[in-house]
């Protein structure tokens, strides 16, 4: 929790039984209304959300030296700066996510440690801490399902309680009900129908799957038909191109998906719309026919999805998708618009010395034409990188520059706080990620 909301704890985390769940959080509010001079405490009633936690990256990291934060899930930069220093150690592609060649080394050194090492079941405080941005949605109920590592199956434990963050208007208490179930993703994936049964009836229901999404996971499965959206970041896919596919197949079956990756996108897209708002600069849009998007090598989903809405908004089908080997990671995109004109895009993951918080964030793009006349060369960049790069590739000082402030806040905390306010489902995004699948697809 942040150290800038202050919370009262009704009970502090009591081990259960998975069937005294719903006993035991009765009885803390029996007791509490019990109570003498402390403010009067009631249950939220806004809405019950499951969250399930990344895997077991960071106890990994902390038992080899390599982490000393606290084990809450988070991927913020203590952590990437752990993971890059663990890659490093070990030889491996230095990329500040775990993907899976990581997470197999991590795991392969973790086997080799004493038992005494490997006991860091009490740093782990999943479950038990919320952002104050979502704290301040006042949620109903938060079920945290966290997978723990190891091969040996003990079922599912249980801890109940309660906290309430203070409302600074307000003597009166708003609390939320913390359940956190933990056991290896097979135990878990058992329990898929308590864990739906838990969530409120009647209130609006979220998934935040902080993980890779996997379809064919029973319990993603299980929560993903009976929530009313569920949450992903494409930002910490590990394979961006076929993981996006999934969640097209996902959106296919009718599933209500967002992607807070997408909402980092705002930015650029009202920076690019903008740029074609005058009558006879919108003129021109038909004559675009190169477009090239750099971004922070390591990540493609900004970049996959920014080229996704923009070939949707004007009608760009895609005919062929092809890599090129070497250090910019170069995908090169052609489209087929208006009267069979062919499109080209290039995509480039560009190596920088300071990367963001956020893996993949766009770096710049350019959109051009190979008619001389048209009026359309637009070069966006990040206001921490420049536009060197693009402005080199020609007709710089014809083209609108414009750079590109980012989010004040780009954490997934906050966009899931704003996310938590959008009610129905993202057309343009549902829209986007269809042509970005349809890219994707030639490739496979």
Known sequence: MSSNTPVVALQKPKDISLGEIEAELSQIWLGQSKGQ???????????????????????????????????DGVNGEEARQAIEAAQDHYGLKITGHVNPPTLRKLREEFANLSPEQQEYENLDARGFQISEAIAAANPCRIITLCPTFGIEDKGVTAQVSAYCPLQRQSSKLVCC????????????NRVGSLVTSLMVPELPRF??????????????????????CTVVDSSYFSDPGSELLKMQQLVEQEIYIADL???????????????????????????????TIDYEKGNDSQALLFLGWFASRLGWTPTSYAVESGDYDITHIKFSGECDREILAELAGVPVADMGEIPGDLVALRLNSSNPEADCCTILCSETTGC???EAGGSAQSCRTEQVTALSDQKAEALMAQQLQRWGRDVLYEESLAVTAQLLELGT
């Open 37 to 71: 001079g402390v403010p009067l405490a009631s249950r939220a009633s806004t809405f019950s959300m499951v969250v399930y936690e990344p895997e077991e990256f960071q106890q990994l990291l902390a038992a080899l030296g390599f982490y000393e934060g606290p084990i």
């Open 177 to 188: 009900e913390y359940i956190t179930l933990r056991g290896t993703k097979e135990a878990l």
């Open 207 to 228: 998934v935040w799957w902080k993980a890779t999404p996997n379809p064919e996971q029973e319990l993603f499965q299980a929560l993903a038909t009976s929530s009313n």
């Open 261 to 291: 990756n997408w909402h980092r996108l705002s930015p650029w897209q009202e920076l690019t719309a903008a740029a074609f708002d005058p009558p006879e600069r919108r003129m021109s849009l038909g004559e675009i026919d190169s477009i």
């Open 388 to 390: 060197m790069r693009m």
